[in-house]
Structure formats: C-alpha cells, structure tokens
C-alpha cells in the first residue's frame, strides 16, 4: 500500500473499479475532475451493456462531455485505474484531457506506456500530461483478485 493518502479521485475511482467487480466487470474505474470538482465517475460495463467500448474511460468521457455541454475537456483530468488500451487513449486525446492519471500498468493492453505508446506518436492530436503509479498496489490487487476468482 502507498506511504501516504491516495488523492481523492483516484480513491473514488478506486471505488468504481470496486462497483466494476461487483457487477462481475473487470475492475477499472474512471473519475473525470475540474479544478478539485468530480464532473463524472464510471466503471467498466461492456458485458452489462453489451458495448465492447463501454471501458470506464469511454463512459467518464461521454458523462463529462454531457454534464458540461462540450466536446472539448481540455481544462479536465481523468484519473482511471489501469493504464488506458488504445481505444481509450484516442478518446483521451481527443477530448484533449489535460492530464492523466492512472494507477496500475498493463503490458498487455496499455497504450500509454506499453504497446503503441499513443501519445508519444508524432501524428498524435493531443498528448495530456501523463502521471503513473497512483494507487498501483490497491488497483493491482483488485486486478488480481478478480481473475484469480475466475480461474
């Protein structure tokens, strides 16, 4: 566990990866926040919603862009607990998100810091300030808990 307190979005994310497991989703969960404000929360949901794009990432995404009648988040940072797959880090740039925060990594299907490294490509639209490790203990432990469930 981390030596100090997690900051309070990624605690509420945290959560939502928790509510993800619950409803036998793989546990991620997103927090869209500005200036100190949460603006949306969601958790993973492709199976519920029988939506391959229904990451926790997509759905505090599209939630965000509704509660403030914009397309653009670009005063916005999202806070998820795994490292964004490609699909999420397009809609990241995108929505010109200003700064990532994620928990855990994912060297199997991140595109941040692992796979395609989106945002390090020349042709990328938009590349947010990117921050890791918070909260990987508590993100990870949820990760494994849930698969080591199903095996």
Same mark, same amino acid.
């Given at each position: ?20 497991? *619950? ?27 029988? *939506? ?18 914009? *397309?653009?988040?670009? *005063? ?76």
């Amino acid at each position: 566990m981390n030596r100090w307190p997690l900051p309070q979005a990624m605690v509420l994310a945290l959560d939502q990866a928790r509510e993800a497991a *619950d409803d036998g989703e793989v546990p991620v969960g997103a927090v869209i926040a500005r200036g100190g404000e949460v603006i949306a929360m969601a958790h993973n949901a492709p199976r519920r919603l029988h *939506d391959p794009s229904a990451h926790a990432e997509m759905l505090a995404i599209r939630r965000a862009a509704a509660a403030l009648g914009r *397309d653009r988040l670009e *005063d916005c940072e999202l806070w998820v607990t795994l490292e964004p797959c490609a699909m999420c880090a397009g809609a990241i740039s995108h929505a010109r998100i200003a700064r990532l925060y994620y928990a855990a990594s994912d060297p199997k299907g991140g595109a941040v810091e692992n796979g395609p490294r989106l945002f390090d490509q020349p042709k990328c639209l938009h590349r947010p300030e990117v921050y890791a490790g918070i909260g990987e203990a508590e993100a990870a432990e949820l990760l494994r808990g849930f698969f080591r469930e199903r095996r």
